[in-house]
Structure formats: C-alpha cells, structure tokens
C-alpha cells in the first residue's frame, strides 16, 4: 500500500498543495501534521512508522518534510528498509537499498540539514540586527493601537464584553487583558 506524509512547520502554513500532490501520487492514505521538523515528537509520523509493512511505499513530497536531520533520515530509511518498506521523495525519487542509493540519499539528507541551519543561522542573524535597534520589541505586534483598546475599555462600561466585541472586532480575552493591565497601571 501506498502511504504519504505530509508535514508544515507551523500552524499558519497550509498542507494542501503537499495533500494534493500526494493524492496524484496514488497515496491511498496520508497523515499529515503541522509541527516544526525540529521536534522528535511528530504523533502523526510515528503512527505511520508503526504502520508500515513489508511491501508499503512511504511517499514524502520534499526530504524535508521526512527527517529532522541527516542523522535522522538515514536511521529512519534504514529502520523502514529493514522492514522491507519502500521510501519515494518525490523531489529526489525512489530511494533505493543498494550502496549507491545509501549514498545519494546521505548526501541529499546532508543538503537538506546544511539549507535547514541555514535558515535557521539567518533568521538568527536578522534577530541580533533587529535587537539593536531602540525600537525592537520581541514577538509579535499589537493588533490594535492604545488607543483603541482604551476606547474599547469606555465601551465596556457600559455594554457587555460580547457587545463590544461585535463593536470594535477585539476579542473578550484581549479586552479582559487590557482591563487588568490597565488596572495594575502598567
């Protein structure tokens, strides 16, 4: 049986083109998850891993989207070979079990890992230019201006959470937020 896995690194990104894409591929069943590759801890993929049989095809669309790290691939590929599975990376083909095979997939496994820390180095990078600025401020911004949410806040006194959600479109939790912040005087 033909099985594809299908993986996102946050919760934002969108696996549909990856669905579809295994779907043409024949895949009569596919797991998918939305996880960072940085995780050991892939619930989806590992329930796949216990699934697989002698004579399963694991289809992945990218070999980045399989492993965390060349150290990763290699184990994963050669515990799947030793279960007589079969690994398609449709952007590098059929992985096959011979020496040839072992090798190109080392290699592959150690360009994917060199892009991966990369990124991770860029991003990593942009952060300490970032900091140096007087403006910076960790994570992500305010969704709404002060003043705003201070309107927002007057609104409240005299309608009910839900009334000045539909109002202003800032949700109870955020309203609730700015009350006791408000209220700490911070």
Known sequence: ?????????????????????LKKEGCEEIYSEKFTGTKADRPQFKALLEKLEAADTLVVTKLDRFARSTTDAIETVKM??????????????LVEDTPTGNLIFTV??????????????????????????????????NKFTKK??????KLLEFNSYKQ????????????IRAKKKRESGE
């Open 1 to 21: 049986m033909k099985y594809g896995y299908a993986r996102v690194s946050t919760v934002a990104q969108d696996l549909e083109s990856q669905l579809l894409t």
């Open 148 to 153: 705003q949410l201070e309107h927002a806040l």
């Open 164 to 175: 000045v959600e539909e109002m202003t479109g800032i949700s109870k939790s955020t309203l």
């Open 108 to 141: 592959m496994s150690a360009f994917a890992q060199f892009e991966r820390d990369m990124i991770v180095e860029r991003t990593q990078e942009g952060k300490a230019i970032a900091k140096q600025r007087d403006d910076f401020r960790e994570g992500r911004p």
């Open 80 to 93: 799947l070979f030793e279960k007589g599975v079969k690994v398609h990376v449709l952007n590098m083909g």
